[in-house]
């Protein structure tokens, strides 16, 4: 365990749905990641929250929407998936200046 | 813009013998520099970092990796690779705050 929860940890889910990808960490970190991690390609950072704001890679398809509370969790919702989403979801916290990231062990999702 | 340059997609070493892992890093100012080892299905875990100071860093697990900014590389070593030490092994550059710019990462297979 290494202080960032993931849930679930794997999700099959179909175009059409509807899901949420959770994470958690009480590490006292203020900035939380969503990085996607597909085979063969480089980590790719979504998502950034870091002391409520929000920075987000242009890239990413509004398909999925991040959603941060407070600063110990953070929420990935995900609608009308597409089947090259499939890959692995990682959640992952820092305290600024710090350096470093804290990683959860990953929601494997897959779109059917 | 940042980036890490990870030669080797694939290395194979036999157990017990000597490891170098090769990274290379394009940053403007002086780089916080990072490996991290990810098992299969699981996150990423923080081997070592490096900030100031003593350019060779010691980790976990019995690596180590050296700075040296004249060729612009952070290469991970360990003198005797275990069966255990099979994974992915990823080198990142810090790239502002709240930011981390990661490899496409370097595969290591150990062989009995």
């Known amino acids: 365990e290494t202080g960032v929860t993931q849930t679930p940890r794997h999700l099959v889910m179909g175009m059409t749905n509807k899901k949420s990808l959770k994470c958690e960490q009480h590490?006292?970190?203020?900035?939380m990641y969503w990085y996607k991690q597909s085979a063969k390609k480089p980590l790719e950072l979504m998502f950034v929250?870091?002391?409520?704001?929000?920075?987000e890679n242009n890239s990413v398809p509004s398909r999925f929407s991040p959603e941060c509370p407070n600063s110990s969790h953070l929420f990935l919702h995900l609608h009308t998936l597409q089947p090259e989403d499939s890959a692995l979801y990682l959640c992952?916290?820092?305290?600024?200046?710090?350096?470093?990231?804290?990683f959860g062990s990953g929601t494997r999702l897959t779109v059917v | 813009a940042q980036s890490v340059t990870q030669p080797d997609i694939h290395i194979t070493v036999s157990e017990g013998a000597s490891l170098e892992l090769r990274c290379n890093y394009s940053?403007?100012?002086?780089?916080?520099l990072f490996w991290y080892v990810q098992s299969p299905g699981q996150g990423l875990q923080l081997l070592l970092k490096?900030?100031?100071?003593?350019?060779l860093v010691q980790g976990i697990k019995g690596f180590e990796a050296e700075f040296k900014r004249s060729q612009s590389s952070f290469n991970l070593r360990k003198p005797s690779v275990h069966w255990s030490d099979a994974a992915e092994y990823f080198c990142?550059?810090?790239?502002?705050?709240?930011?981390?710019?990661f490899g496409a990462g370097t595969i290591l297979r150990v062989k009995s």
């Open positions: 992952a916290s820092s305290r600024t200046g710090e350096g470093g990231y804290t």
């Open positions: 590490l006292g970190h203020n900035a």
């Open positions: 929250y870091s002391l409520e704001e929000r920075v």
């Open positions: 940053y403007g100012a002086t780089p916080y």
């Open positions: 490096y900030f100031s100071g003593d350019t």
């Open positions: 990142a550059v810090g790239a502002g705050i709240n930011k981390l710019v």
